[in-house]
């Protein structure tokens, strides 16, 4: 007979990082302010978020430190939203989601927005820092043992 | 007098890719397939997520193709989860998002896992596949013009 052990969960930015950035609208709302859309009726209408929820994710991405709010003009004011240094490296976590969904999640390929890269397409690539090679699954190992329940 | 405009979003995969992704437990969920953690019970050890929860999880991400539930023993049956193409292609997604978070949402910094990449340490970095080069914020541009909102 198996025992229901208490879970352990592992310590990992991933978890922590999707609190912020998996909230309804946060991801959406971050691709416009990279884009260069910085002001709230903006990005309603390029996302189409309902301006309640997104002012308050616009809050909570605030809290979290990825952008600023700022006023752009005295009367009346008005505010936009300015990515923080933590925000603007959100860059590549958003192109890298971007060519895996368009890759993975469309169901209509032909219609993707295609990017450019200086004159030519953009294809997204993982590679190492260090060495400057493209980094494998399988050539990637964690540092700690993985985690295991000692039941399973 | 500003009129009220009707939403016209962005047709963009980061929002399609995050109806899946930001679910809760989702990206946790894939993180384990990803480090090999195939069953349940260990799943469910390694993340925190409630059993039920947890499973409605993973049949979400089973019918969105990122994985697929197979028996491993007949009596009693037994089921682990298996990584599909799109699933182990989240493995640039999963470390470039852990990388993000390990330098901006991380309290405890001196606690993050490292990683290992061959025999040095690994440290995500976006390049283009194209041109082999280091890929910077500025240098993408988009194929459409930015959805702008004419009242904006």
Redesign the interface.
Known sequence: M?TA?I????????????R?????W???AM?EL????H?F??I??????PRDILAARLRSLEE???LEKRAYTERPVRYEYVLSQ?G???????????????????DDPE????????D????????????G?I?Q?D??????D????E??
Chains 1, 2 share one sequence.
């Not at 879970?7 to 999707?18: F, G, L, N, W």
């Not at 990279?34 to 859309?37: C, Q």
């Not at 050539?139 to 700690?144: E, H, I, K, L």
């Open positions: 198996r052990r879970p352990d969960p592992r310590v990992c930015s991933i978890d922590e990082a999707m912020i950035l998996g909230e309804k946060a991801m959406v691709r990279t884009f260069g859309v002001r009726d903006e309603v209408f390029n996302t189409g978020a979290a430190g990825l933590a603007l490296e959100l860059f590549n976590v958003l192109h890298t989601i971007r060519d895996w969904g368009d890759r993975h999640v469309r219609n993707v927005t295609k990017f450019f890269h200086d030519h397409e953009f294809r997204p690539e993982l590679t190492c820092a260090v060495c090679k980094v699954r050539s990637v190992t964690s540092g700690r993985l985690h295991r329940s039941i399973a």
